[in-house]
């Protein structure tokens, strides 16, 4: 079993930038995914961003050019994959959920608020 803990929501206004966190309660190796989502009030869950354990990464088109998925390698007893967020939208206000997927399995957290004011 892992948590994932996101942490890194807030206010901005328009234009402004955020960056999220995700934190793995324990160290993950070999073959895996990890990824956030977003939802916002009344639409579904939609991806945002993917890195695969090994370094590729993919990127929903709306947020392309602005959100950078990258993961940071400082304790080895734990996994951190981060979305740094630039220029934000209005259309950016969601939910964000992070996922891992590791053996055919899917690990969520809890989410975090995104609110980004005109």
């Known amino acids: 079993q892992v948590q994932l803990v996101e942490s890194g929501g807030g206010l901005v206004q328009s234009g402004g930038s955020l960056r999220l966190s995700c934190v793995t309660s324990?160290?993950?190796?070999?073959?895996?995914?990890m990824a956030w989502y977003r939802q916002a009030p009344g639409k579904q869950r939609d991806l945002v961003a993917i890195r695969t354990s090994g370094g590729s990464t993919t990127y929903a088109d709306s947020v392309k050019g602005r959100f950078t998925i990258s993961t940071i390698s400082t304790d080895s007893a734990k996994n951190t994959v981060d979305l740094q967020m630039n220029s934000l939208k209005p259309e950016d206000t969601a939910v964000y959920y992070c996922?891992?997927?590791?053996?055919?399995?899917?690990?969520w957290g809890q989410g975090t608020q995104v609110t980004v004011s005109s």
């Open positions: 324990r160290s993950i190796g070999g073959l895996y995914i």
């Open positions: 996922k891992l997927g590791l053996f055919s399995r899917e690990y």
